[in-house]
């Protein structure tokens, strides 16, 4: 039914989309990073380039609009040396569903995932970029379960072995979490319930009954 949907809309729409949406996205994080890093290293620096980017409900009611999008162009929370390899595994994961869909298609999954992080970020006063990278991936590995990627850059090992690891963490977060972490999370991950809720669920679900019957068998 959705990709009917879309299927119709693609026909109408296709020469509003952003082509190469996620070089855009990726590009707009390396300057951040650039300048964050020129910022920090200058001793007479007190602008907190990250925080005036970051979404805060209350600053934005107040006047400092940009941050409702702004906070999409964070850089991912790690070592500077790592960011250009993240950085490029972004471009890499949208690039490649941008493929497989066509840029509409790619485009409405992104926005949809921005504007659940931006519902998010009124509801509870704050939103991050961290569920939104977290649904590329998810959307990455439903797509292209075999795609070998390297864990922690060095080990090699497919991208839906990783896909489940990260799905469970996401649901004892969910399970665990609180009232406001577990709306937090529904809304920031709504583009992967949308497209792949099925899968996504099912892929999870039989790739741990896989793990527990290939376990029992051992024991026998």
């Keep these: 039914m959705l990709n009917q949907y879309l299927n119709k809309i693609e026909r109408k729409c296709r020469k509003f989309a952003i082509s190469n949406l996620m070089l855009y996205i990726v590009l707009g994080m390396a300057v951040v990073t650039i300048a964050d890093f020129i ?17 805060d409900r209350y600053k934005i009611l ?20 790592f960011i250009p390899i993240i950085l490029y595994f972004y471009w890499f994961m949208g690039s490649s569903l941008e493929y497989k869909w066509g840029a509409l298609k790619f485009n409405i999954f992104y926005f949809t ?16 970029n961290y569920y939104l990278d977290l649904s590329l991936f998810l959307a990455f590995a439903i797509l292209f379960p075999n795609e070998q990627l390297l864990a922690f850059f060095v080990l090699p090992i497919k991208a839906k072995w990783l896909a489940l690891v990260d799905g469970i963490v996401l649901l004892y977060d969910f399970v665990k979490g609180n009232g406001t972490t577990r709306i937090f999370i529904i809304l920031s991950i709504i583009n992967i319930i949308i497209f792949f809720g099925k899968d996504f669920f099912s892929m999870i679900y039989y790739m741990v009954r896989r793990f527990k019957y290939r376990h029992i068998k051992k024991i026998k």
């Design 113 to 128: 995932g921005i504007l659940g992080c931006i519902a998010a970020g009124f509801i509870l006063g704050y939103a991050t």
């Design 39 to 55: 910022l920090v290293t200058n001793p007479n620096n007190t602008v907190n380039l990250l925080e005036l980017l970051s979404f």
């Design 62 to 81: 107040h006047g400092e609009v940009w941050r409702v999008i702004s906070f999409v162009f964070l850089p991912p929370p790690t070592l500077w040396v």
